[in-house]
């Protein structure tokens, strides 16, 4: 990507930002509530109520207010939140690496066991297995993230106790850990039962958000293959003798990339956000699991550092994908 490329991404980056903060700004002063009006006890006089409000500085005007804000968040203050009353960018990254590390993993689950099983279909194209593949494979695009979180903690967490159904690690445990990465920590450190048992609370979380990314891979990926599988290359090197599941693996999976990886980007910004509801339900310690305390308690600053933080990975997410998908440019030479 040339130098060019580069710097319109990051404008279009820093515009989009701008777009977003100036939206949920107004949007939070728009919607009914007044934050202060939760902290305060019944017995607060008028001049406790205005101290309150300078002290949030929520007593000037929207524009006033919208200002100080970006002149803050610019310096590197997101402001402190009202509820929890501390600086709401050590909330964030507090909680962040929980959500990432969710993600991520989740990613690597949907993107293995979505690409073996597309592989599969693929090499069993007009046979029942293909059938039984693409009929479980449209149920599993028909059912959303957080169903299947209901679904894995009555079976796997209620009926068959295997995993745990809420935390991110063991309580007793949770003091063992020098950053926020628990589980990228524990295993860098070879302390081998921490990482399981962080791996343990992140299994039905993983499931829950990877399987309709497994399904939407299988789908895209499957029509991909299927279609570079009629190409003229493929049919020379059938011709020359060179099995199907060569063909599948050497030549035609690298063609059919290129679609799928943009679409499971794509994906994955949706991932992101079904995060919020995933970590409420197994009462994960993330981002998404403090977005929903922050609703609920009016709490606009940690609101608008919230948004902003999904933001900039979407629009992080967004430039991995350009560059990843310049790099498997799909309109390969074939000898």
Request: aromatic share 8%.
């Amino acid at each position: 990507m040339s130098v060019t490329g580069i710097f319109n991404r990051a404008v279009m980056a820093a515009v989009t930002l701008f777009g977003v903060a100036v939206i949920v700004f107004c949007l939070l002063r728009i919607v009914p509530g007044d934050p202060i009006a939760m902290m305060i006890s019944p017995g607060a006089s008028a001049d406790d109520i205005l101290a309150l409000r300078v002290k949030y500085g929520l007593d000037s005007s929207i524009p006033v207010q919208f200002g100080v804000w970006i002149r803050e968040m610019l310096t590197g203050d997101f402001g402190t939140s009202i509820s929890l009353k501390r600086p709401v960018l050590s909330l964030l990254m507090e909680r962040l690496p929980a959500t990432l590390e969710l993600a991520f993993a989740a990613l690597v689950f949907g993107v293995i066991g979505g690409g073996l099983i597309a592989i599969l279909a693929t090499l069993a194209r007009r046979t029942p297995l293909e059938s039984v593949i693409d009929v479980l494979n449209g149920l599993f695009l028909a059912v959303p993230d957080f169903v299947w979180a209901l679904l894995l903690v009555l079976v796997l967490g209620v009926a068959f106790p295997v995993f745990p159904t809420s935390g991110r690690v063991d309580p007793s445990l949770s003091g063992d850990f020098a950053t926020n990465f628990y589980l990228i920590e524990s295993l860098v450190t070879l302390r081998f039962s921490l990482f399981f048992n962080v791996l343990s609370h992140m299994v039905m979380p993983v499931l829950a958000l990877g399987l309709p990314l497994a399904a939407v891979i299988i789908r895209t990926l499957k029509e991909a293959l299927n279609e570079a599988m009629l190409q003229d290359y493929v049919l020379l090197a059938r011709l020359k003798g060179m099995s199907e599941t060569r063909l599948v693996v050497q030549e035609t999976l690298r063609n059919a990339i290129g679609p799928t990886l943009t679409l499971t980007g794509v994906q994955f910004t949706f991932m992101i956000g079904g995060t919020v509801i995933v970590e409420r339900i197994f009462s994960y310690p993330g981002i998404g699991n403090m977005a929903i305390d922050a609703v609920i308690n009016r709490d606009l600053p940690l609101i608008q550092g919230i948004v902003l933080m999904f933001g900039l990975i979407f629009v992080l997410i967004n430039i991995a994908i350009d560059l990843a998908g310049n790099f498997f440019n799909p309109r390969l030479k074939h000898g």
